[in-house]
Nanobody, 120 residues
Framework: QVRLVESGGGLVQSGGSLRLSCAAS????????MAWYRQAPGKSREAVAV???????HYADSVKGRFTISGDDDKNTVTLQMNDLKPEDTAVYYC??????????????WGQGTQVTVSS
């Protein structure tokens, strides 16, 4: 089992910045990727930024150049720095971890979610 605890989020004006942090605990040695997802009202949950433990990070086109995902594999933390925020970035943001459980098998874990609201 992996437990994810998020912090950060809140209300910010358009053009502002926020930083989200996520700490993983439990069976962290089997985590092979951490990521941030978001879900806006009436929309499906979407991947914002993905950070594999090996390999390159990936970003949604809508946040490229504005958001940066970083992490510390030793501390099992992942951070999302969000700059130049726009009203369309308003959503509940979720930390995600993928645990490797065997060949072609994995288990997904989610944080509780944190609200990000960007006012125009």
């Amino acid at each position: 089992q992996v437990r994810l605890v998020e912090s950060g989020g809140g209300l910010v004006q358009s053009g502002g910045s926020l930083r989200l942090s996520c700490a993983a605990s439990g069976n962290t040695e089997s985590i092979n990727a951490m990521a941030w997802y978001r879900q806006a009202p009436g929309k499906s949950r979407e991947a914002v930024a993905v950070r594999p433990t090996s390999g390159s990070t990936h970003y949604a086109d809508s946040v490229k150049g504005r958001f940066t995902i970083s992490g510390d594999d030793d501390k099992n933390t992942v951070t999302l720095q969000m700059n130049d925020l726009k009203p369309e970035d308003t959503a509940v943001y979720y930390c995600y971890a993928q645990e490797f459980t065997g060949p072609s098998n994995s288990r997904n874990y989610w944080g509780q979610g944190t609200q990000v609201t960007v006012s125009s």
